[in-house]
């Protein structure tokens, strides 16, 4: 095995193996992967049905970096028996792969909300929702390999590992609650603030015959949306996420540029102590692609030599009333 690949092994055996707790899966973009920081999120914005996709690839200092895929879509449903008040749905699939195909996390979830207008024009709303879903975590113990293995030259695949493995495939059920409010305070300026409980039921995904579990995750997220005037809106925002004594905030803000059906973004956010994350996109006709960069200016710069994670994502909202009203979009 080469020595990168090595290396990259190492760590994979690291963070997902061993008693630490279970790497998340990590978007630069999260307001473009609604249903992942927030159930609530589902159905909550303009429009009657949104689809979504992400594709990130992550680590690019090492020889073998993670990817990350996401799909998803929710729709926003507002049945006559439910005045001033909708529900949201939406179904939100994700796959990481990491160390060589060495190890893999799938997941598929189903989210629904409950949205609520608290005033006759809509401008403040408030949402709750949950999600459900199944964790799949899956390892090749072919592409790793163990100390016992090295023979004192190389790492040798036919000498037993003595690993105390009870598995190479985990399933494990995962319990997610949140809340949203959204209130517009003007013609020219909309708020978002959103707070979500993730892994309530601390899903067993250990290898070992022990009880190492995901921890519960906060998330907290906000976002403005200021109409400077017919052309040019600026949405500053921020998000911060805590689990077992880690934690991440980011903050930072883009500029859109109007013209028609055509929107053009551009902005930078930054990752506290972790990257520098500039971003550009297009959105025309409902169809919005956005991509990033994560610039690694941490103390392991030197290391990365600043090299982060890129990532694009493509958001499609279609529009089946066109007299809907409410709060703007979170995206």
């Not at 160390?99 to 608290?118: K, M, P, V, Y």
């Not at 949405?235 to 004594?245: L, N, S």
Request: glycine share 8%; charged share 15%.
């Amino acid at each position: 095995m080469p020595p990168k690949s090595a290396i990259s092994v190492v760590i994979v055996l690291l963070l997902f193996i061993t008693q630490l707790p279970a790497q998340e899966v990590h978007f630069s973009q999260f307001d473009n992967n609604p249903l992942l920081i927030n159930p609530a999120l589902a159905g909550h914005f303009e429009g009657s049905l949104r689809l979504g996709a992400a594709y990130r690839n992550q680590g690019a200092a090492i020889s073998v970096p993670y990817t990350t895929y996401s799909a998803w879509g929710d729709a926003h449903l507002e049945p006559q028996r439910l005045q001033r008040s909708a529900i949201g749905t939406g179904v939100y699939l994700y796959n990481d792969n990491a160390g060589e195909g060495a190890l893999a996390t799938t997941s598929g979830t189903f989210a629904a909300s409950f949205i609520r207008s608290f005033n006759r024009d809509n401008t403040f709303k408030a949402a709750l929702g949950f999600s459900i879903g199944i964790i799949n975590r899956k390892v090749n113990f072919s592409k790793l390999v163990f100390d016992n293995q090295w023979n004192g030259t190389v790492f040798d695949p036919n000498v037993a590992s003595g690993e105390p493995f009870t598995s190479s495939s985990l399933f494990a059920p995962d319990f997610n609650f949140g809340g949203l409010v959204c209130w517009q305070i003007n013609q020219k300026t909309n708020t978002s603030f959103g707070l979500a409980m993730h892994h309530i039921n601390r899903p067993k995904l250990t290898f070992y015959d022990d009880e190492n579990r995901l921890e519960p995750k906060i998330v907290a997220h906000a976002q403005v949306f200021l109409q400077l005037d017919e052309t040019f809106e600026l949405r500053p925002g921020a998000f911060f996420a805590t689990q077992r004594g880690a934690n991440e905030l980011m903050a930072g803000a883009d500029l859109v540029i109007r013209r028609g059906d055509l929107a053009l973004v551009a902005g930078v956010w930054h990752r506290l102590e972790r990257d520098i994350v500039p971003r550009v996109g297009i959105t025309l006709n409902g169809l919005a692609i956005q991509f990033s960069y994560d610039v690694n200016v941490s103390k392991l710069h030197l290391a990365s030599n600043y090299r982060g994670g890129m990532e694009i994502t493509v958001v499609k909202t279609l529009s089946l009333n066109s007299n809907r009203k409410g709060c703007h979009e979170f995206q």
